[in-house]
């Protein structure tokens, strides 16, 4: 197990540089979105609209946070599920996407995606919100501040504890050690 | 007969689904400590339990939620027969609920209609289920329920030639298709026997017993023991990157059944087990 550092917008070397089973720690920029941010992404790709972030080289991180305390940052912040995800994301990676953090299994499609943009699918420790919360130095309401916890959210985070689990070679972790 | 105020039944419940939130119980954390020692030095296992560890020592810490997701409130409330309450119960825990969600800061996960997903805000309306025992208490269990574990769980009915094995079978393939989406190492409950609604409940109540506590029926005790071996046999290990800690325990609830059936309902649970319960 090698531990990298990356720093995201991430470059197309960065994610090449990454192998399925490395430990990763991120820093940098990246966006919260999950099921109903990404169901309007889906909106406006099928009317031929821009999205509200532009997505070139970014990483989005499946999250829906609790509300921050007074005084904190951001609430306990964990993955979730990224299958849930899976029929959207193709066509996000063809507009630029570099990069999705979340937990869990992917499908067959996502993987091909990742090899055909040269995109990476990395996992953070499901539960570990509280964890989590703690590598976020800021975050702001990019749009969608009416689905609560499901808006989307600008993070700065540092040393992100991550681990590759789909790499743009087009290995899944997941199932390099699987039984049958 | 004891009068039981409303008022503070309702606080109670609010401080409940708080301390459920952010205190992962004890006997949780600790096998989540004994899990670590037994994975390879170096692997992502053993890092990924370390995180685990550390992350519910931040939350208890800092009173801050030990998971993001937590929850749709599932309230077990056991109402001793001499116990009176003259207000409307469901009122009262769905006003505890709305209360601690809020005054907790935790986050509000209830979709108002399956189909049309608009969330409530408050993270009402809560599961409640109601038992009458002898007494003039009332116990008080909120069990909050995370997504991607629930997700993964379901109820399916066998002919009863399917046996213990044929139970043993579908659980092995249940958690070995669930692979790392339940945020393994999980904890299973399972209900067998009974209706669907009747096994589905004995899932989730089998959930609320202690890691390393004895099922007082030896059938059901054996039947824990052989599917923890099988499912920690799979190689899916703590957060699916691989290991021998799949399962953290199995916990069986049986119950008398038709002749015909052998309901099994297997409700996954994360290792971010949270229940709290308290006794008024």
């Excluded at chain 1, 005084?71 to 507009?95: H, K, N, Q, Y």
């Excluded at chain 2, 052989?226 to 399962?247: H, M, W």
């Amino acid at each position: 197990m090698k531990t990298v550092r990356i720093t995201s917008p991430l470059s197309p070397e960065a994610c090449r540089s990454l192998e399925a089973g490395d430990r990763v720690l991120l820093s940098g920029t990246v966006y919260t979105a999950r099921d109903a941010a990404h169901a309007r992404f889906a909106e406006l790709i099928k009317a031929g609209r821009p999205l509200p972030v532009e997505l070139e080289g970014q990483v989005i991180y499946y999250a829906g946070p609790t509300p921050a305390m007074p005084g904190r940052v951001i609430g306990s912040a964990g993955p979730t599920t990224a299958g849930r995800m899976d029929v959207w994301t193709p066509a996000l990676l063809e507009r630029g996407l570099r990069g999705m953090i979340g937990k869990g299994l992917r499908s067959e499609e996502v993987r091909e995606a990742c090899m055909k943009y040269g995109a990476v699918y990395l996992g953070a420790t499901g539960g570990a919100a509280a964890l989590l919360a703690r590598c976020v130095t800021e975050c702001s309401v990019v749009c969608y501040e009416d689905l609560g916890c499901e808006a989307v959210r600008r993070l700065a985070v540092r040393d992100m504890p991550l681990a590759v689990l789909i790499d743009v070679f087009g290995n899944d972790f997941y199932k390099m050690h699987q039984v049958k | 007969m004891r009068h039981i105020d409303k008022e503070a039944f309702t606080e109670t419940v609010a401080a409940l689904c708080i301390k459920a939130c952010t205190c992962l119980p004890e006997d949780v954390y600790d096998a989540l400590l004994a899990a670590r020692e037994r994975e390879a030095e170096g692997s992502l296992a053993r890092c990924v339990l370390e995180e685990l560890a550390e992350n519910a020592r931040i939350a208890a810490e800092e009173g801050v939620p030990v998971c993001q997701d937590t929850g749709l409130a599932i309230v077990f409330l056991e109402i001793g027969r001499e116990a009176v309450l003259d207000f409307d119960i469901r009122d009262a825990v769905c006003e505890g609920v709305r209360r601690g969600y809020g005054d907790g800061y935790l986050r509000k996960s209830v979709a108002k209609h399956p189909l049309c997903r608009e969330n409530t805000g408050d993270n009402t309306p809560p599961v409640v289920h109601m038992s009458l025992t002898e007494g003039e208490h009332i116990k008080i269990t909120v069990a909050p329920k995370g997504g991607g574990s629930e997700n993964m769980s379901s109820v399916k009915v066998f002919p009863p030639a399917a046996g213990r094995q044929g139970v043993i079978d579908h659980v092995k393939e249940c958690v070995r298709s669930a692979g790392a989406n339940p945020c393994p190492p999980i904890i299973l409950g399972i209900g067998l026997g009974g209706t669907i609604e009747a096994a589905a409940l004995c899932s989730k109540k089998a959930l609320l017993r202690r890691l390393g506590s004895e099922n007082p029926v030896p059938e059901d005790a054996a039947l824990e023991q052989d599917i923890l071996r099988e499912v920690n046999s799979l190689n899916i290990g703590p957060a699916g990157y691989g290991g021998r800690t799949t399962c953290l325990g199995v916990f069986v609830k049986s119950i008398p059944c038709h002749i015909a059936s052998l309901p099994v309902a297997v409700t996954f649970q994360c290792h971010a087990a949270r229940h709290a319960e308290a006794v008024l």
